[in-house]
T-cell receptor
Framework: DAKTTQPTSMDCAEGRAANLPCNHS???????VYWYRQIHSQGPQYIIH???NNETNEMASLIITEDRKSSTLILPHATLRDTAVYYC?????????????FGQGTELSVKP | GAVVSQHPSWVICKSGTSVKIECRSL??????MFWYRQFPKQSLMLMAT?????????EQGVEKDKFLINHASLTLSTLTVTSAHPEDSSFYIC?????????????FGPGTRLTVL
């Protein structure tokens, strides 16, 4: 599975959009981009995933560049409860033996 | 989303004893379950993958005789830490994938904090 690079930490003001970047320049054509987050001392929570197209759900939006070498997770209106470590993971599909391998992630602090 | 539970949520044991952690998928059938370990201020590390009715597949460097995994049903997997030592103290997290999952459907339990004295 391709490796991802994320900033170690970021701050965001409450109510503002949080834009979390992820670089995955070695991504293969059959690899998906996943985002999970982990609030302190809890299990990771699924946020969103995509292959080529931009995706949006009730939690966030995922913007994938046309060359698929990077992506951005957008939390449109960050709240204090969004303070967590955010993980960007690249993985092939399960039917190809894909596993979620976690990197160091980005520690997002949402401040009042 | 689907719910995955773990029991116990925390456990303290003496060195040399064995500890069993249960992982259950509450509202879906999980053909595949994953076990992770997380040390303080570190990321999650995948330990093993188990498929219902099959032997678990362990990641490189994980001792299969020390971390026994059983996935006997579509809703239950257990991790037994045998002869636990203080260095096994960690946060253990399971994850389950639904039988009819698409590309993104893998859900995590709340974790079990193990402290070995």
């Amino acid at each position: 599975d391709a490796k991802t690079t994320q900033p170690t930490s970021m701050d965001c003001a409450e109510g503002r959009a949080a834009n979390l970047p992820c670089n995955h320049s070695t991504i293969s054509g059959n690899e998906y981009v996943y985002w999970y987050r982990q609030i302190h001392s809890q299990g990771p929570q699924y946020i969103i995933h995509g292959l080529k197209n931009n995706e949006t759900n009730e939690m966030a939006s995922l913007i994938i560049t046309e060359d698929r070498k990077s992506s951005t997770l957008i939390l449109p209106h960050a709240t204090l409860r969004d303070t967590a470590v955010y993980y960007c993971i690249v993985r092939v599909g399960y039917n190809q033996g894909g596993k979620l391998i976690f990197g160091q992630g980005t520690e997002l602090s949402v401040k009042p | 989303g689907a719910v995955v539970s773990q029991h116990p949520s925390w456990v303290i044991c003496k060195s040399g004893t064995s500890v069993k952690i249960e992982c259950r998928s509450l509202d879906f059938q999980a053909t595949t379950m994953f076990w992770y370990r997380q040390f303080p201020k570190q990321s999650l590390m995948l330990m093993a993958t188990s498929n219902e009715g099959s032997k678990a597949t362990y990641e490189q460097g994980v001792e299969k005789d020390k971390f026994l995994i059983n996935h006997a049903s579509l809703t239950l997997s257990t991790l037994t830490v045998t002869s636990a030592h203080p260095e096994d103290s960690s946060f253990y997290i399971c994850s389950a994938r639904a039988a009819l999952a698409g590309a993104g459907e893998q859900f995590f339990g709340p974790g079990t904090r193990l402290t070995v004295l």
